[in-house]
Nanobody
């Protein structure tokens, strides 16, 4: 069974930083398109960032541009989401997902084939 595992979430004060990890033991992540999404209570799932195979390209939602950075670590078979200058409105459950088809970076949840279970990020004083 395909398994993606997110980690790195937690409680952080506004202005702080967290680094989320997305890992799997099932496939080689550098050959897959990976996306990060988040869902806050009472809100729809929101695309945050994506990275294509071999880190060919990346994309970010306007709400996180210049604050979040997506990157792959081939040695650890992981994709990270570095989150800086966190705001209370970044509070959500964060999910990573894999997309097997296509070469473009997709910010559409429907394009993704499998998902992790999420990690909670809470930004609060």
């Amino acid at each position: 069974q395909l398994q993606l595992v997110e980690s790195g979430g937690g409680l952080v004060q506004p202005g702080g930083s967290l680094r989320l990890s997305c890992e799997t033991a099932i496939f080689t992540m550098k050959y897959a398109n990976i996306g990060w999404f988040r869902q806050a209570p009472g809100k729809e799932r929101e695309a945050i960032s994506c990275i294509t195979r071999n880190a060919g390209s990346t994309d970010y939602a306007d709400s996180v541009k210049d604050r979040f950075t997506i990157a792959g670590d081939n040695a650890k078979n992981a994709v990270y989401l570095q989150m800086n200058s966190l705001k209370p409105e970044d509070t959500a459950v964060y999910y990573c997902a894999v997309r097997w088809d296509g070469a473009a970076c997709s910010m559409s949840a429907s394009d993704y084939n499998a998902w992790g279970r999420g990690t909670q990020v809470t930004v609060s004083t």
